[in-house]
Structures are given as C-alpha cells and as structure tokens.
C-alpha cells in the first residue's frame, strides 16, 4: 500500500516523508509547492503538483497511487495571517480537509493521520497540557485546527476510516541541513535572523510569572515528530490488520520539558557564537500565555514514541540549516 503525504515537499512533510521511508513504507507527495521545495525530497518519491482543493486530480491520484493512507500535513499555518485573512484559512484548512476526506471516502482509503496544533488549547492555565485540557483556540488558525479535528473524527465514525489527531507543540530542528526550515515565524530562525544581521533579537515580555520573566514552550524536535507519525500510521495500520476499529487517536506531541524565551536565547548565542548585540525586550504580544507544556504519557503509553532529540540538538541542528541557506 501507498501512504499519500499532502504538504509532503514542506518543512515537516519532507521529514515525514523520510522518516516513512526509512520505516519501509511507499509514499507519494500532494503538494501545491507554495512552501514546499521538491529538491527536499528523493528523486524516487512521485510528487504531484496540486491542492487538496482540487476533487479531480484527488481522485486521480489516490487511484494512481494505489493509496490507501493519507497523512494530512498541508494547510496554512501563520497565526497573525490567519487573523488577517480567515476567510482564506478556513477555505484552505477546513474546506480542503472536507473535499480530501469526500475523495478518501469514495477511494476507499481508510487511514488518515491528521495534522493539528497545540493551538487548539488557546491559553490553557495549566502546568502540563493533555488532550483533556479545553480547546478554546484563540486565532482563526486554531480554529480550524480544531475544525479539522471534527471533521476527522466525524467522518471516521460514519465512514470507518481509522484516524488519528496529532496536535504538535513547538517545531524546531532538522534531520539534515538540506531539510530545515525556511520561514522566519518561529523563535529560533527569528533570533538566528537578528543576529546575523547584527540586530538584537526580540523577546516579547519579561513580566510573566515564570522563573525569569519570559515565556515558557514544549519545543519538539522535528525528526522526533516525523517518527510520531510513523507510529501513528503503524498504529493504524495494525488495527486494520487485525480487524479490530481502533477509534480515534488523538494525542499531544511534546517533551513534556518548558524552555523558556530567554533560556532559547542564550543557547542560541551559545551555539552560532553570536552574543552581540543581546535580546532587547520589547512589550507582550496580545495572546501570549505564559506557559504551554504537553504532557506527552498518551502517545508514549499508546503507540510507544518517546522523543530522542533535546533542545540543543534543535538548535544546533537548525543552525546547520540557517548557515547551509544564508551563507
């Protein structure tokens, strides 16, 4: 069988993609290459140029490909664009989800593995965040994640597909400098930008009720989080297998270790050897809670992940990236 990766030439997607591979799955790639680069990916992976929007070419390619699961990785993903521009995120999120799940169900496929966001829980006041802490998303981005979430779980229950929800916290890091993020909307890429501009990094607040003022975040590391969704697909697989409804899977994926805004900073100057000029602490942003931390027990007690990397190897592994890319 053929798992379908849509947003597979992305960040994540292409770690996805080799993270599959490595487990000795076939894949292809759905991508619209908005963001996506296809020279991330082995020559060897059938890549097809489109949108999830696109009924046709879906239908097409999940009988071409003898597909029969999708992991759903593409969507728009920025918070202030979404806040800008809701309209366009709930088409592209929400209403692509809709016609990918109306072409799964026609193929007959029946796994899928859905891309969601710790930005389902909005500001959660807790210390560890679990799949039972309320989702109250507070941007249009988070909005139709958790729509999505809905939608997933909704079709699985009607059409008997089995499916699975990971809700990412914080992305950072790379497998390879060849696979590494090339936007700027994260923390890490953020403060290499400033720096090697020779411009001072910004921390936005440092009067939060945390250990030294700033921020607290669940960062992941991305070949980490590759390797969650190839035991999420195992996961399913093996109910297929068995015959058994495995129900839906929904399930954090984090370290369950908060690092601070100030604490990246530092070991981002540690790492690229970039001390000067130092952060320059600026006002809150309106949303920012002060503390998300995933408790992670459900995937590591239900499908057996744990994550490998520590926040240094994100860093130094995301330099690596940064340096191949701006030489």
């Not at 020279?39 to 009924?55: F, I, K, N, W, Y």
């Not at 981005?141 to 809905?150: C, P, Q």
């Not at 270790?257 to 942003?285: F, Q, Y």
Request: include cysteine; charge should be negative.
């Amino acid at each position: 069988m053929t798992w379908l990766i849509t947003g597979g030439a992305g960040y994540i997607g292409a770690h996805v993609v080799r993270a599959m591979r490595a487990a000795g799955e076939r894949v292809a790639v759905l991508d619209d290459l908005s963001a996506g680069l296809p020279e991330r990916l082995p020559a060897d992976v059938p890549v097809v140029e489109g949108s999830v929007l696109d009924r046709e070419l879906l239908d097409r390619t999940l009988a071409g490909h003898g597909v029969r699961g999708v992991v759903h990785l593409a969507a728009r993903k920025q918070v202030g664009e979404s806040v800008e521009q809701p309209l366009r995120y709930y088409r592209e999120n929400v209403h692509g989800l809709t016609v990918l799940l109306e072409a799964v169900v026609a193929a007959g496929v029946d796994r899928f593995v859905f891309s969601s966001s710790a930005a389902v829980y909005g500001m959660p006041d807790v210390e560890l965040v679990t799949e039972e802490t309320p989702c109250v998303p507070m941007n249009p981005y988070g909005e139709t994640k958790l729509a999505g979430e809905w939608l997933v779980r909704s079709a699985g229950n009607r059409y008997g597909l089995a499916t699975s929800c990971l809700r990412y916290f914080n992305v950072a890091g790379a497998a390879e400098p060849e696979l590494s993020d090339t936007g700027i909307a994260n923390v890490v890429p953020m403060f290499f930008e400033a720096l090697t501009r020779g411009e001072a990094p910004r921390i936005y607040g440092d009067d939060y009720p945390t250990p030294d003022g700033t921020c607290i975040r669940d960062y992941v590391h991305v070949e980490d989080l590759a390797e969650a969704h190839v035991a999420a697909a195992r996961y399913l697989d093996a109910a297929r297998v068995a015959g058994v409804e495995p129900g839906d899977l929904t399930a954090n994926i984090g370290t369950g270790t908060g690092v601070s805004v100030r604490e990246i900073a530092d070991l981002v100057a540690e790492v690229t050897g970039l001390r000067k000029p130092a952060p320059h602490v600026v006002a809150r942003r309106r949303g920012d809670p002060a503390r998300v931390v995933a408790s992670a027990d459900r995937i590591g007690r239900e499908l057996g992940w744990a994550p490998r990397h520590d926040v240094r190897d994100m860093v130094t592994s995301a330099w690596e990236g940064w340096r191949l890319r701006h030489p």
